[in-house]
């Protein structure tokens, strides 16, 4: 018999289309699995199974992050301002998925509004490392994360706005893919930087990956005017060495602040990479020092704007028993908001108002586009950057709670390809031990590619995965 | 630097209300972080363009054609008060 | 204390006559039931995103062309932040420093910028509710909420009430020739808000502005602006200080009351909307809207002038009130062009029958009018006679010749027997006037002509009764 857990998402696909296993047990199995959750992974689970559908995905169940708009089906985006609240649409994304085979599983937890690194921030409690349960998953994607790297679900999509996607999956021992802006529909994603979210897969091998990419992208959405048709196509990557290929090191991205051993992991990884055949090289990305402070002002700034429409005429919390309109508003804002989500609307709402806004948000934008020509002249000379995806392993909970900025820091590797809109995947890397000794966790690679050149991240991904032998079946268990 | 009344302030552009003790603590946080963000402002910027739109589309405009509406009972099934088939709020005027 | 000249901008809404509203495929809505005309994106529900509507660009295109702006080859949407209940998102999508189109000229008046924008959604105010004890509730209806509108700027140089009453006719004229919008500013269709601030005459200087807000007739804003003129001056001449406000004219009682006061002015926060792309505008897009621009008001009035002979403000009136002159072209089309003088004076007397309403929406039919007019010409009715006629086209439409007859309208002429009996009449009536024609003096004819006027009821041709007079006294 099948060890259904064990057959990555492709296999039970292939399982599926070989006539060896019915769509239906898969999905009850991952059902079960699911709803015996222990990490609090979820925030909702199927009742029923589906019909199953034909499609190239299989009939192989997906968990969707809590901020994708599911009809009928709580969409909360972690937030008690929006508990219980079922969107009378679904995301075009999550619509394509299932069309193409892959139906709704469950609802993942996450930090709320996408705010935060670690998950902790939810609405609805934290998630649970699968490595080790005093830790975080990671964030704000982190129920996706967790699930897959758990077994819970066979794969998942999650949002990246600056490092949502990669980082989580880093923390897990998973894959995580953030595509090209554009690349993939945000209609129905309940937004948290406009300019900056994108949806990607969380998988447990680079080829899910792919394969879930492949039905993501295409045509572009007409309800999405910043998504775009896909130039090119995604293929399932087969590379097995790295030839030809230029790797730079961004010296600005891989030594300050990052623990000994990632960068262990790291350069263990580099010298594999050259055993492939790549070259590996310092490359400048000399504005990326401020990518971090560029972003915390961009990405406040159009959460405050995207997150006014919570205010409780609509949909959602309403403070109960409001003496007159502005009551209303403040107290359910108040009432509804996390501590995360209050700190960041103060922010971004500061850096817009009359007087900062050329000191803040002007002046964010032009480092953004410093950034976007750093990464640019980088890739006349490499084919991708290569960085440690966090800085860090997994810390454990509460750990960085009380100072918002060691929180932020964690995004020092992932932010800057947000900013420039261009691809990054964080792929497992090994595991290292955290700073005060105990035992391992796993750490992510992160490489960087120039727009659409997601088919060639996933070939290098892949090969240097086939090459690094991960084995996540301990965090299955 | 930020101070009480600051926060106070963008509180209210923001509709939020925040207890002494959510003031006294955004008060020191958000001066921390902008401690932080303040480096962005050693930078030399003169003559780069601002980016809004990191990818650059243009042309991305909806043809004038009708698509359906919601259902009134869908619009206004998750409103927290329904009154005269609309969504009641405390009335501004008052 | 030198004397104070008004400065006055104005701030124009129009709604635009898509099919569709400005950020989604919700059909506009005329009347519906509340909230039927409702989707994601106009109801702000998270997750929703606008894509713009090209045909309300194309429309803004045509009112910036047409109104001689200059039209920007790439423009952007920002957000302007602030909470209302109207407003589903808490941000609307406008343009800012990058508007579609700016600069530009009508009559005389400069423009500052033409945008596009989406319009607010309503807000009922229902009184204390039944549910709720003891509160105040308003109803939100979100069918116009996303409306397309163009916002048209100013500068500020309109010179008085009047001027800008007069200017305001003109522009709506211009956007109704267009065919964008149906300007009524009864419906809301079209909104204007007035900018007014006073300043010693020859100088330069602007002083502290207020804002009026929404006026919804040309009469009130006349009006509006002529009270708050007046409030200011009386400030101002007391030695006081005009505060910056923005404030309410009440037409009922003639008085202006504030809405919000500077101290609670709004940080709207503007950036770049992040989920839309810019604007760009093609050269194709601008060749397509200036081909879908006709004959525009001013241009019209100069032709009624050049090519019809009328009078500048004859022609300007008929041009001006495009369904006027739509109406004036429609009877030439039955009565030649040769009589358009006749017409316009004619539809002047319409007009002091019919108010405000067009023509067109009347009982009396173009062809019913030209009848008439030529009948007045061919003077087989009286001019006097005539207006009762159109009296009863205007209360009951019918035939012009139908009603003469009908009523016994017809002109009294020589050949009538009757008509030289009535002169004769009146000549034997008033031998003193008789009399003085006699020895020479034409002005006592008035007299005579109008003795027989009164027993003809205005029947009797003038040129054919002064004839009569003059044959009879000289035999
Ligand atoms: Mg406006
Ligand atoms: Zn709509």
Same mark, same amino acid.
């Given at each position: 018999?099948?060890?259904?857990?064990?057959?990555?998402?492709?296999?039970?696909?292939?399982?599926?289309?070989?006539?060896?296993? $019915?769509?239906?047990?898969?999905?009850?199995?991952?059902?079960?699995?699911?709803?015996?959750?222990?990490?609090?992974?979820?925030?909702?689970?199927?009742?029923?199974?589906?019909?199953?559908?034909?499609?190239?995905?299989?009939?192989?169940?997906?968990?969707?992050?809590?901020?994708?708009?599911?009809?009928?089906?709580?969409?909360?985006?972690?937030?008690?301002?929006?508990?219980?609240?079922?969107?009378?649409?679904?995301?075009?994304?999550?619509?394509?998925?299932?069309?193409?085979?892959?139906?709704?599983?469950?609802?993942?937890?996450?930090?709320? *509004?996408?705010?935060?690194?670690?998950?902790?921030?939810?609405?609805?409690?934290?998630?649970?490392?699968?490595?080790?349960?005093?830790?975080?998953?990671?964030?704000?994607?982190?129920?996706?994360?967790?699930?897959?790297?758990?077994?819970?679900?066979?794969?998942?999509?999650?949002?990246?706005?600056?490092?949502?996607?990669?980082?989580?999956?880093?923390?897990?021992?998973?894959?995580?893919?953030?595509?090209?802006?554009?690349?993939?529909?945000?209609?129905?994603?309940?937004?948290?930087?406009?300019?900056?979210?994108?949806?990607?897969?969380?998988?447990?091998?680079?080829?899910?990956?792919?394969?879930?990419?492949?039905?993501?992208?295409?045509?572009?959405?007409?309800?999405?005017?910043?998504?775009?048709?896909?130039?090119?196509?995604?293929?399932?990557?087969?590379?097995?060495?790295?030839?030809?290929?230029?790797?730079?090191?961004?010296?600005?991205?891989?030594?300050?602040?990052?623990?000994?051993?990632?960068?262990?992991? *790291?350069?263990?990884?580099?010298?594999?990479?050259?055993?492939?055949?790549?070259?590996?090289?310092?490359?400048?990305?000399?504005?990326?020092?401020?990518?971090?402070?560029?972003?915390?002002?961009?990405?406040?700034?159009?959460?405050?704007?995207?997150?006014?429409?919570?205010?409780?005429?609509?949909?959602?919390?309403?403070?109960?028993?409001?003496?007159?309109?502005?009551?209303?508003?403040?107290?359910?804002?108040?009432?509804?908001? +996390?501590?995360?989500?209050?700190?960041?609307?103060?922010?971004?709402?500061?850096?817009?108002?009359?007087?900062?806004?050329?000191?803040?948000?002007?002046?964010?934008?032009?480092?953004?586009?410093?950034?976007?020509?750093?990464?640019?002249?980088?890739?006349?000379?490499?084919?991708?950057?290569?960085?440690?995806?966090?800085?860090?392993?997994?810390?454990?909970?509460?750990?960085?709670?009380?100072?918002?900025?060691?929180?932020?820091?964690?995004?020092?590797?992932?932010?800057?390809?947000?900013?420039?809109?261009?691809?990054?995947?964080?792929?497992?890397?090994?595991?290292?031990?955290?700073?005060?000794?105990?035992?391992?966790?796993?750490?992510?690679?992160?490489?960087?590619?120039?727009?659409?050149?997601?088919?060639?991240?996933?070939?290098?991904?892949?090969?240097?995965?086939?090459?690094?032998?991960?084995?996540?079946?301990?965090?299955?268990? | 630097?930020?101070?009480?009344?600051?926060?106070?302030?963008?509180?209210?552009?923001?509709?939020?209300?925040?207890?002494?003790?959510?003031?006294?603590?955004?008060? #020191?946080?958000?001066? $921390?972080?902008?401690?932080?963000?303040?480096?962005?402002?050693?930078?030399?910027?003169?003559?780069?363009?601002?980016?809004?739109?990191?990818?650059?589309?243009?042309?991305?405009?909806?043809?004038?054609?009708?698509?359906?509406?919601?259902?009134?009972?869908?619009?206004?099934?998750?409103?927290?008060?329904?009154?005269?088939?609309?969504?009641?709020?405390?009335?501004?005027?008052? | 204390?030198?004397?104070?000249?008004?400065?006055?901008?104005?701030?124009?809404?129009?709604?635009?006559?898509?099919?569709?509203?400005?950020?989604?495929?919700?059909?506009?809505?005329?009347?519906?039931?509340?909230?039927?005309?409702?989707?994601?994106?106009?109801?702000?529900?998270?997750?929703?995103?606008?894509?713009?509507?090209?045909?309300?660009?194309?429309?803004?295109?045509?009112?910036?062309?047409?109104?001689?702006?200059?039209?920007?080859?790439?423009?952007?949407?920002?957000?302007?932040?602030?909470?209302?209940?109207?407003?589903?998102?808490?941000?609307?999508?406008?343009?800012?420093?990058?508007?579609?189109?700016?600069? +530009?000229?009508?009559?005389?008046?400069?423009?500052?910028?033409?945008?596009?924008?989406?319009?607010?959604?309503?807000?009922?105010?229902?009184?204390?509710?039944?549910?709720?004890?003891?509160?105040?509730?308003?109803?939100?209806? *979100?069918?116009?909420?996303?409306?397309?509108?163009?916002?048209?700027?100013?500068?500020?140089?309109?010179?008085?009430?009047?001027?800008?009453?007069?200017?305001?006719?003109?522009?709506?004229?211009?956007?109704?020739?267009?065919?964008?919008?149906?300007?009524?500013?009864?419906?809301?269709?079209?909104?204007?808000?007035?900018?007014?601030?006073?300043?010693?005459?020859?100088?330069?200087?602007?002083?502290?502005?207020?804002?009026?807000?929404?006026?919804?007739?040309?009469?009130?804003?006349?009006?509006?602006?002529?009270?708050?003129?007046?409030?200011?001056?009386?400030?101002?001449?007391?030695?006081?200080?005009?505060?910056?406000?923005?404030?309410?004219?009440?037409?009922?009682?003639?008085?202006?009351?504030?809405?919000?006061?500077?101290?609670?002015?709004?940080?709207?926060?503007?950036?770049?909307?992040?989920?839309?792309?810019?604007?760009?505008?093609?050269?194709?897009?601008?060749?397509?809207?200036?081909?879908?621009?006709?004959?525009?008001?001013?241009?019209?009035?100069?032709? *009624?002038?050049?090519?019809?002979?009328?009078?500048?403000?004859?022609?300007?009136?008929?041009?001006?009130?495009?369904?006027?002159?739509?109406?004036?072209?429609?009877?030439?089309?039955?009565?030649?062009?040769?009589?358009?003088?006749?017409?316009?004076?004619?539809?002047?007397?319409?007009?002091?029958?019919?108010?405000?309403?067009?023509?067109?929406?009347?009982?009396?039919?173009?062809?019913?009018?030209?009848?008439?007019?030529?009948?007045?010409?061919?003077?087989?009715?009286?001019?006097?006679?005539?207006?009762?006629?159109?009296?009863?086209?205007?209360?009951?439409?019918?035939?012009?010749?139908?009603? #003469?007859?009908?009523?016994?309208?017809?002109?009294?002429?020589?050949?009538?027997?009757?008509?030289?009996?009535?002169?004769?009449?009146?000549?034997?009536?008033?031998?003193?006037?008789?009399?003085?024609?006699? $020895?020479?003096?034409?002005?006592?004819?008035?007299?005579?002509?109008?003795?027989?006027?009164?027993?003809?009821?205005?029947?009797?041709?003038?040129?054919?009764?002064?004839?009569?007079?003059?044959?009879?006294?000289?035999?």
């Amino acid at each position: 018999m099948m060890d259904l857990v064990e057959l990555t998402a492709a296999q039970a696909a292939a399982a599926i289309g070989r006539g060896d296993l $019915a769509a239906r047990e898969l999905f009850d199995f991952y059902r079960d699995r699911a709803a015996a959750d222990e990490l609090n992974a979820f925030t909702w689970v199927a009742q029923e199974s589906p019909e199953a559908g034909d499609g190239p995905l299989g009939g192989v169940p997906l968990a969707v992050k809590d901020l994708f708009c599911t009809a009928g089906v709580p969409s909360q985006s972690g937030s008690r301002i929006l508990e219980g609240y079922r969107p009378p649409y679904t995301a075009t994304v999550v619509e394509r998925l299932a069309r193409a085979g892959a139906p709704l599983l469950a609802k993942t937890n996450q930090d709320e *509004f996408a705010m935060g690194s670690s998950t902790e921030n939810s609405g609805f409690g934290p998630t649970l490392n699968p490595w080790d349960r005093t830790r975080v998953p990671g964030g704000s994607s982190g129920g996706s994360a967790a699930a897959v790297a758990a077994g819970l679900a066979p794969w998942a999509i999650g949002t990246d706005t600056g490092g949502s996607i990669r980082q989580p999956a880093a923390l897990c021992g998973i894959v995580g893919l953030k595509p090209t802006y554009g690349a993939v529909s945000r209609y129905g994603m309940i937004a948290f930087a406009s300019s900056l979210d994108q949806a990607g897969p969380l998988t447990r091998d680079v080829s899910d990956a792919a394969l879930l990419l492949m039905q993501m992208v295409g045509a572009r959405d007409p309800r999405d005017a910043t998504s775009l048709d896909y130039p090119g196509s995604v293929s399932l990557p087969a590379r097995t060495d790295l030839h030809g290929i230029r790797l730079g090191v961004p010296t600005e991205l891989s030594s300050d602040g990052i623990e000994p051993g990632v960068l262990g992991a *790291f350069a263990a990884s580099l010298e594999l990479a050259r055993q492939l055949g790549a070259s590996v090289e310092t490359c400048q990305l000399p504005h990326a020092a401020h990518a971090l402070a560029a972003y915390y002002v961009l990405a406040p700034a159009e959460a405050s704007s995207n997150l006014a429409r919570f205010d409780g005429v609509r949909y959602g919390l309403r403070a109960q028993d409001a003496t007159d309109l502005l009551d209303m508003y403040t107290r359910t804002r108040h009432d509804g908001f +996390g501590a995360e989500v209050k700190r960041r609307i103060m922010l971004g709402t500061y850096a817009l108002s009359s007087g900062y806004y050329e000191a803040y948000y002007g002046r964010a934008q032009r480092v953004r586009t410093l950034i976007a020509r750093d990464f640019a002249a980088t890739f006349e000379h490499f084919d991708f950057v290569v960085t440690p995806t966090a800085p860090g392993v997994a810390f454990e909970l509460g750990a960085k709670t009380a100072d918002p900025y060691a929180m932020y820091l964690n995004d020092i590797c992932t932010v800057p390809a947000s900013l420039a809109g261009i691809p990054a995947i964080s792929i497992p890397n090994g595991m290292a031990a955290p700073p005060g000794g105990g035992k391992s966790l796993p750490v992510g690679l992160q490489l960087i590619g120039p727009a659409f050149s997601e088919d060639r991240l996933l070939s290098a991904a892949f090969a240097l995965e086939q090459a690094l032998g991960f084995d996540g079946r301990a965090a299955r268990r | 630097m930020i101070d009480r009344d600051t926060v106070l302030h963008v509180a209210r552009l923001a509709r939020l209300e925040l207890s002494e003790e959510e003031v006294a603590r955004l008060t #020191i946080e958000l001066g $921390a972080v902008l401690e932080h963000i303040e480096t962005i402002s050693r930078l030399d910027l003169e003559g780069v363009p601002p980016t809004s739109h990191v990818i650059d589309v243009t042309g991305a405009l909806r043809a004038d054609e009708p698509e359906p509406c919601l259902p009134r009972e869908r619009a206004l099934e998750s409103a927290p008060e329904v009154l005269d088939d609309g969504f009641a709020v405390p009335s501004p005027q008052a | 204390m030198s004397e104070l000249e008004a400065v006055i901008g104005l701030e124009i809404h129009t709604q635009l006559k898509t099919r569709t509203k400005m950020f989604c495929g919700c059909e506009l809505s005329f009347g519906e039931p509340p909230n039927t005309r409702t989707c994601p994106v106009c109801l702000g529900l998270p997750g929703a995103l606008p894509v713009a509507n090209a045909r309300a660009i194309h429309f803004a295109l045509m009112i910036g062309l047409a109104l001689g702006c200059e039209v920007a080859p790439r423009s952007i949407f920002h957000r302007k932040n602030y909470f209302y209940p109207d407003l589903p998102k808490g941000y609307q999508i406008s343009q800012y420093d990058e508007p579609i189109c700016s600069g +530009g000229e009508l009559a005389g008046v400069r423009l500052h910028r033409v945008h596009l924008e989406e319009d607010a959604a309503k807000l009922i105010h229902v009184g204390e509710s039944g549910r709720i004890h003891g509160s105040q509730r308003s109803v939100v209806d *979100f069918n116009r909420g996303g409306t397309p509108l163009v916002e048209i700027v100013t500068e500020p140089e309109l010179r008085s009430p009047g001027h800008a009453r007069e200017w305001l006719t003109l522009l709506r004229a211009t956007l109704r020739s267009l065919g964008v919008s149906d300007v009524n500013m009864e419906e809301g269709s079209l909104r204007a808000d007035a900018n007014v601030s006073l300043r010693p005459v020859g100088t330069s200087v602007l002083g502290t502005k207020t804002e009026l807000k929404n006026m919804n007739s040309f009469r009130f804003i006349e009006r509006g602006i002529a009270a708050e003129i007046e409030r200011q001056r009386q400030i101002i001449e007391s030695g006081g200080a005009v505060e910056q406000e923005t404030l309410h004219f009440d037409p009922s009682s003639g008085r202006l009351s504030s809405l919000r006061s500077k101290e609670e002015a709004e940080d709207y926060r503007y950036f770049p909307e992040p989920d839309l792309i810019p604007i760009a505008t093609t050269d194709e897009m601008v060749s397509a809207a200036r081909a879908d621009i006709g004959e525009l008001p001013l241009d019209r009035a100069k032709r *009624f002038e050049a090519d019809l002979g009328l009078n500048a403000d004859g022609a300007r009136n008929l041009a001006f009130r495009g369904e006027l002159g739509d109406y004036f072209e429609r009877v030439l089309g039955s009565t030649g062009a040769e009589h358009a003088v006749a017409v316009a004076n004619w539809i002047g007397q319409l007009v002091a029958r019919i108010g405000d309403a067009d023509p067109a929406d009347t009982n009396v039919t173009p062809q019913a009018f030209g009848a008439l007019v030529m009948l007045v010409g061919s003077r087989a009715v009286s001019g006097a006679a005539a207006r009762e006629v159109l009296d009863v086209l205007v209360a009951e439409g019918g035939d012009p010749q139908a009603i #003469i007859d009908a009523r016994g309208l017809g002109s009294l002429s020589r050949k009538d027997g009757d008509l030289a009996t009535i002169v004769a009449r009146a000549i034997a009536a008033d031998p003193s006037a008789s009399e003085r024609v006699r $020895a020479g003096n034409d002005k006592a004819i008035g007299a005579l002509v109008g003795a027989v006027m009164r027993e003809t009821r205005g029947r009797a041709d003038g040129a054919e009764v002064t004839r009569l007079i003059h044959e009879q006294l000289a035999t």
